[in-house]
């Protein structure tokens, strides 16, 4: 017999305490006025009371960072507001704060001031006092006006921001560790919100919801693809995929591979032409994915991608796959495709495009060298999804569709594919892997072997070895410290990239640093920037730390 209590309310959203399961908190809709009521069940969800009114969205604390695993933090008619027991007490923090987000120790929102029409960015850290975000100067010595933001990720206690300045110009900023001082990372990235005239009309009615065309590669935070747009007004924009592996330190344009799946030459060569993947435009127009990644495969990323100029949506699109972070490249199958991995990376499936009828679907066990197809049933079935338990260990896929009957019904169809292998995996079939660190133009750095000031050493299957890993497999990971190279810096606030050199953006940001040198009284000492600041989460020591740390001046 299943319990299936009756809410005294329409749920609209409902979270399990994150150290207590059975102690639920839900909002319940309330009318019309964009706020809802929450209420408090400690007895998964047989009673429930109401703790509160008025309020729009809700997030538990980090558990890291606050003393009670009761905190919450929620935006409320009355602002951003913080309590640490189930609303009995509260402390307003910032009165008429909206747009709450909390992500890891960070607690970020915006506040529009009556005389203002648009909002600014506000931060607080592990707990600590609110304060403004301070974004760089452009080229005159003024402020681009900010008309929102886009939290992108929050890594290493760095915070990514996007932040349209323009209908045609969103530039991606980060912050220092914690901080709320952002520099500039990369202009013209692709950032959609159909209420604000940044996209297409056409884009516009297939993409309700903001998005930024964003992928953090899983289990490597450092390694990020993104979506850069061409200068041009809104609709008359190409674009094309850059990808950093610093943080953003540094961004180039991926090498293509030098075939397509046929074994045609893609001629298409750095800096020109280049390797560009599927973004979230592409999915709002297929529904079908466009980059994967995950924690349990490392070194693999599989993608809808073309080779060219720019991203291309039509005939040339081909799955491609990359065994080592997106250095080198494979186009391995021609269309537009359902993926997925399993087995830890041991096993790639996929599945042809919605509207395109089967009853097979098509597998690798060497990393995508080689494919078969295996036949799943007797039926036809349009494949509109493939999924599989959440980080990739299983063998067990599940395919999602309709089969082509008149009734058009769904169906999800579940294949093990554990019977495919004939053994399982022993020492011999592992080798050891460095992922490497940013390139140049398609070259790999100088120090080639380190991420974030990191050499890591990965057991990872070799291709060639058709065996089992299992889900219980544990990867042995070896981890040394790396010498400070240039990679491990990026540009600090007021200063600009070009090329691997940050030079200041204006006069301004020299004159505002010899102000700071002057405000310096005999007996202590001032620090100077050079124009770099560490990468947020880089480990990195000595080296040619020296040459991008900020300067130590005695005052006299």
Known sequence: YQLQPKLPFVPAKI?????????????????????????LSTTFAASWTLVASNVKRFYWGNNETYQSLDT????????????????????VIFPGG???????????????????????LMMSYKGRAVVRAKFPENSN????VAKEYFIAEVLEDSVMVA???YSNMTILYSSEEGGANFSYLLERVHYHNPLKGTSSSFLNKLASQPFLNWHVVAGFPSVIMTTQLTFGSVGHRSAHT?????????????????SYANGSSTHCTLPGCSLNLANKAFFALTKCPVIYSSPNAPGLIMATANAGEYVDSGGNTQLAITIDNGLNWKFVRSGVRFFRSGDHGGILINARFLNVASNSFEYSLDMGRT????????????????TSEPGGKSAVFSLIGSFTNKYREWAIVTVDLRTLFKRTCDASDFFSWQPRSAFVDGEVAENENCLLGQKESILMRKPDSVCFNGLEFDRPTNITTCACEREDYECDVGYLGYGWECLPLTDHVVIARLRESLKCQLGQNVSLSKGYRRVPGTRCHGGLASLFEPAMFACS
């Not at 935006?75 to 507001?81: F, L, M, P």
Request: aromatic share 12%.
């Open 242 to 258: 850059m990808m950093t592996y610093d943080k953003g330190g540094y961004w180039a344009r991926i090498k293509s591979p030098t």
């Open 98 to 120: 909206h747009d709450l987000i909390v992500k890891e120790r960070h607690v970020i929102f915006l506040n529009t001031e009556p005389a203002k029409k648009f909002p600014s």
């Open 163 to 165: 932040v349209n300045h």
């Open 141 to 144: 010595g003024t402020k681009f």
């Open 371 to 386: 494919w078969k197809s295996l036949i799943f049933g007797s039926k036809q079935m349009v494949v509109r999804s493939i």
């Open 72 to 91: 919450i933090y929620a935006e409320t008619k009355d602002g951003i507001v913080r309590t640490d027991d189930f609303f009995k007490t509260k402390t």
């Open 15 to 39: 979270s399990s305490h994150p150290g207590v399961p059975e102690n639920l908190i839900a909002l319940g809709r309330s009318g019309d006025t964009g706020y809802f009521k929450m209420y």
